[in-house]
T-cell receptor, first 109, second 112 residues
Framework: QQPVQSPQAVILREGEDAVINCSSS?????VHWYRQKHGEAPVFLMI?????EQKGHEKISASFNEKKQQSSLYLTASQLSYSGTYFC??????????FGKGTRLSVIA | DTGVSQDPRHKITKRGQNVTFRCDPI?????LYWYRQTLGQGPEFLTY????????KSRLLSDRFSAERPKGSFSTLEIQRTEQGDSAMYLC??????????FGEGSWLTVV
């Protein structure tokens, strides 16, 4: 069962912040976040393991609440290069990643 | 560190023909995955290998699809008797024990 992402799409001006949510109906072991630009392969951003951890990479960070079966990706002070489609992928242990339908992010000048 | 490579990158084929895609994973990675992605959708899991063993196949994988990883290194995905609904990007990915999954650039298939 695939995770549900929200919003489906968002438009930001440079410098604005955004939050992308990913929720699941199944108990999760880990959540993986990827960004994909049009016509390219998904690029790994970060992985979060159960334990409620948070991670960050420059101005992109994420949290994972395994009790609520939710993860959120935070993009702060967005840049034009952040544009793309963001996917969360989930595993429930030793299983292959199952991806959501994606959130399309457009950053405009 | 060479990434995951896929070949061919683009393939146009006539309906009913067979096509084969090849994937070379990152050399030390023991897991190899195949996904399919259509426009506006996330990658859909097809199958995966741990070393040479095919551990799981999705219900999406009809009998016309077959995947192999003969020596636990490269993998092939063959689609027999292609249909227009098979048009998609086929993504290969690899990982070491399931963490940090690296994707290849994908193989675009167009069935005409």
């Amino acid at each position: 069962q695939q995770p549900v992402q929200s919003p489906q799409a968002v438009i930001l001006r440079e410098g604005e912040d955004a939050v992308i949510n990913c929720s699941s109906s199944k108990a999760l072991y880990s959540v993986h976040w990827y960004r994909q630009k049009h016509g390219e392969a998904p690029v790994f951003l970060m992985i979060l393991l159960k334990g409620g951890e948070q991670k960050g990479h420059e101005k992109i960070s994420a949290s994972f609440n395994e009790k609520k079966q939710q993860s959120s990706l935070y993009l702060t002070a967005s840049q034009l290069s952040y544009s793309g489609t963001y996917f969360c992928g989930q595993t429930s242990g030793n299983t292959p990643l199952v991806f959501g339908k994606g959130t399309r992010l457009s950053v405009i000048a | 560190d060479t990434g995951v490579s896929q070949d061919p990158r683009h393939k146009i084929t006539k309906r009913g023909q067979n096509v084969t895609f090849r994937c070379d994973p990152i050399s030390e990675h023991n897991r190899l995955y195949w996904y399919r992605q259509t426009l506006g959708q996330g990658p859909e899991f097809l199958t995966y290998f741990q070393n040479e063993a095919q551990l799981e196949k999705s219900r999406l994988l009809s009998d016309r699809f077959s995947a192999e990883r003969p020596k636990g290194s490269f993998s092939t995905l063959e689609i027999q008797r292609t249909e227009q609904g098979d048009s998609a990007m086929y993504l290969c990915a690899s990982s070491l024990t399931g963490f940090h999954v690296h994707f290849g650039e994908g193989s675009w298939l167009t069935v005409v």
